[in-house]
């Protein structure tokens, strides 16, 4: 949503504790002869007619469910294990830190082999970092007396080589995918880094699992991608890159879609046609057909003014219709964002008109005020998208409303705070993970929303140029509200880094797509033993939306049960 709710939660930090995964822990000697090593599977070979210069360095391992910071000093962990199911991605961080600056840090990628199979789809980026300047004002005192200001790693940077910044904990992040045909069995491949002319030899194992995720994600969703701002960072979108963009959000198993672009402004010429939805129809699982209201100053507007634009737009939205994309995507009609009472009256005369010329497509709202079955039925409301924040999202009123066939999502945004989960930058990835996953099935939401993927600058300032591939690894890109008021708001509206060659992708958005794909672990489970059984497994991770596990590790214990039960194992 371009506009967020203004009820402040209070509550305190809690810093996840960095509960890592991963490869082996090992060291590189300066000046002592020979190499050091803890691990004799994972061998520093010196490269052939190559002196090394004399640097130490450590090399260890991370999930891809923790944030590593540039001072955090990492624990021997020795194995990299991952699992997924065909039609899904898995990640795992391999961390450098050295006493020297080194500017060429080759990385090579080796094949992960199941006998005669062979994942072919691995690719590695190197974790670039934010600058946060304070968290002075948070409205959770405790973060900011926890959180210290600095650079803060977010961005997945495209490059050549990798780089280490002297004395930092410097993250190479490697992802891994299984196509839909992948054959079930474990695959074993290897990481190189050459660092000053060594060669560090890291293992890796990834099963994959007997069954794969459907291509259309279960879980409804509304994510909102602006091409007015791409179009303000790269000047002229062109085709191919436009392409990128749809089809990166599409393959994070999210609607390339914009819910709050204005029909009478110029960006309108930048939304998505007819024949790309069509495209994309059986990818996604939720798009905007038509804003009903697309500002807040829209809510004051009168009906007349509404139900007019409304009326101008029918072409388009039949052009959809007709192409298929809303029965096939799931098309909404969203507006009055966040409505209070005092535009119901509005809300309920062009919802009312909206229905009558369109009984099939629901009508989506945000809305704290909307309070029973009745307001719903009365506003022409058919989706009620609750904040999960103070008590709002009300699982008892939720299950009301959705035994008497009405649906109810849940949507985050500025708020909520801890103890509940949210992705800006001073929250664990894990907490979006889960968010999206066990969260959701405990909690019963019905879909979700999200007001930006890029919302770059609010319309403050001059937006940066696109990041270059093999750029510094400091970037001069802010996910920090400007202004007093918000100046402790970091990530909030922005999850996604324009870059030179196309989307740029973060830790939090590699994070929110793992939780969509193990929400169908969830479902696939409920599809074999019934609801109650996918609902005991998500109590094992979440209790409520204040309580939650932690735990990377509990949460891949969870999930490899539930992939037993799906292969029938």
């Not at 090579?108 to 004002?137: A, P, S």
Request: glycine share 6%.
């Amino acid at each position: 949503m371009k506009q967020r709710s203004a009820i402040l939660l209070a509550g305190s930090i809690v810093i996840a504790m960095l509960l890592l995964i991963g490869a082996g822990l090992y060291v590189i000697g300066k000046g002592a002869g020979e190499d050091k090593m803890s691990m004799e599977s994972n061998r520093p070979i010196e490269t052939a007619g190559h002196k090394a210069e004399p640097v130490n360095y450590t090399i260890a391992a991370a999930s891809s469910m923790v944030k590593v910071m540039p001072k955090d000093m990492l624990p021997d962990n020795r194995d990299i294990k991952l699992s997924l199911a065909g039609n899904e991605y898995e990640s795992f961080q391999i961390v450098v830190r050295a006493d020297a600056d080194v500017e060429e840090v080759k990385v090579t990628l080796g094949e992960f082999r199941n006998g005669e199979h062979q994942l072919t789809d691995v690719q590695w980026y190197q974790v670039g970092y934010v600058w946060i300047e304070t968290f002075k004002g948070h409205p959770t005192p405790e973060v900011a007396e926890l959180q210290e200001p600095g650079w803060y790693p977010d961005p997945l940077l495209p490059s050549d080589s990798a780089q280490l910044i002297k004395d930092w904990s410097n993250p190479i992040w490697v992802t891994v995918h299984a196509p839909k045909d992948a054959a079930p069995g474990i695959y074993k491949g290897t990481v190189e880094l050459e660092i000053n002319g060594v060669s560090n030899v890291v293992d890796a194992e990834v099963e994959v699992y007997g069954f794969q995720l459907p291509d259309k994600p279960q879980l409804p969703n509304l994510f909102s991608l602006n091409f007015k701002y791409l179009q303000e960072v790269y000047g002229h979108v062109k085709p191919e890159m436009r392409e990128k963009w749809l089809q990166y959000a599409a393959d994070y198993r999210i609607s390339p879609d914009d819910m709050t672009v204005h029909p009478d402004y110029v960006e309108w010429a930048l939304n998505l046609s007819a024949e790309e939805r069509a495209h994309y129809a059986d990818k996604v699982n939720g798009f905007t057909v038509y804003p009903i209201t697309s500002t807040w100053a829209d809510r004051e507007a009168p009906a007349e003014k509404l139900i007019e634009r409304f009326e101008r737009m029918r072409p388009y939205i039949d052009q959809l219709i007709s192409a298929g994309a809303v029965e096939k995507g799931n098309g909404v009609f969203y507006g009055f964002d966040e409505a209070e009472v005092e535009h119901f009256e509005t809300m309920k005369q062009v919802n009312a008109h909206v229905k009558k010329v369109y009984p099939n497509i629901p009508i989506a709202a945000t809305s704290q005020y909307i309070d029973s079955f009745e307001k719903m039925e009365e506003l022409n409301v058919d989706i009620l998208i609750l904040h999960l924040v103070d008590g709002i999202y009300n699982n008892e009123f939720a299950d009301q409303i959705r035994e008497r066939g009405k649906e109810v999502w849940a949507y985050i945004s500025l708020q909520p705070y801890d103890p509940q989960p949210n992705w800006r930058i001073e929250n664990s990835p894990l907490e979006a993970r889960i968010l999206l996953s066990a969260m959701t099935l405990h909690e019963r939401f019905d879909g979700f929303l999200y007001w930006s993927l890029n919302y770059y600058y609010k319309g403050v300032g001059v937006p940066s140029p696109p990041i270059k591939r093999n750029g510094p690894l400091l970037t001069n890109w802010s996910i920090t509200t400007p202004g007093e008021e918000h100046q402790w708001l970091h990530g909030d509206g922005v999850l996604l880094y324009a870059g030179t060659d196309g989307p740029i992708g973060s830790i939090r958005m590699e994070n929110i797509r793992d939780g969509l794909e193990d929400f169908e672990y969830y479902k696939l489970l409920e599809q074999k033993s019934g609801f109650e059984e996918a609902y005991r497994a998500a109590s094992e991770i979440v209790t409520s939306s204040l309580e939650f596990s932690r735990s990377p590790e509990q949460l891949y214990d969870v999930r490899k049960r539930i992939a037993t039960t799906i292969s029938g194992d």
